[in-house]
């Protein structure tokens, strides 16, 4: 029976010998890579800037009609052409890029510019003939004024103090540069005569006037003068 008994405990023995030992750690499982999530693409938006009917518009209400549209680039505005006339002065007259454009895309404004200002004749007009009362001289004008670029001389026109014009006046045409004049009766003071240059370019526009003319007006000779008056003594 010792012996019986011997062989039972050591085949009992032997059954817990494939155990593992319970002070090591457990395997380890293969390691797994995270799977990588996928990056949207953005996405494009567009938008038709020529629907958006920019020109004309000035460089605020433009831009805040492009930033309504969805625009959250950069929109400059540059001045261009100068503007034929007053109104347009600062408004829109071309956008770039047009049609259907990226709203991150840069849009450039090109703005009329302000007009060029009318320069003021250099010459005061010119007389011909002694300023007589009553009499009738010449006068003469615009050497002096020229039209800035982009404008075109469209006439003149001439004031007259102590003086009326014998036909025509106070417009002259561009090819007109003297008349007469009927000097007054007016001995002692000045016949002043002084021009202005018309312009055209979208619209008429008229200068400064000249320098004057200011001459004295001498009085007319006594029609008796030269004359004795006396009888022949007989």
């Not at 200068?207 to 029609?223: E, F, K």
């Amino acid at each position: 029976m010792i012996v019986l008994g011997g062989t039972l405990w050591a085949m009992l023995a032997n059954q817990g010998g494939d155990d593992p030992d319970p002070t090591s750690p457990p395997p380890s499982s293969p390691s797994q890579s995270p799977t990588p999530s996928d990056t949207p693409t953005p996405e494009v938006t567009r938008v038709d800037v020529t629907a958006l009917n920019l020109v004309g518009m000035d460089c605020g209400t433009a831009t805040s009609t492009l930033k309504s549209a969805g625009f959250d680039s950069d929109i400059t505005c540059t001045d261009g052409d100068p503007a034929a006339t007053d109104d347009k002065v600062g408004t829109v007259y071309r956008v770039a890029p047009s049609g259907n454009v990226e709203t991150t895309q840069p849009i450039a404004l090109t703005v009329y510019a302000p007009r060029a200002a009318l320069p003021t004749p250099t010459d005061a007009p010119t007389i011909t003939g002694d300023p007589v009362a009553g009499s009738t001289v010449s006068i003469a004008w615009g050497t002096g004024f020229t039209c800035p670029s982009g404008t075109t001389l469209s006439g003149y026109v001439v004031s007259l103090q102590n003086g009326t014009f014998v036909s025509g006046g106070p417009n002259f045409q561009p090819t007109q540069r003297n008349t007469q004049v009927q000097v007054a009766d007016a001995a002692g003071q000045q016949l002043i005569v002084t021009y202005q240059g018309m312009c055209s370019g979208g619209d008429q526009r008229t200068s400064a006037a000249s320098p004057p003319l200011s001459v004295p007006i001498v009085a007319a000779p006594d029609p008796g003068e030269g004359d004795d008056g006396g009888e022949t003594a007989g």
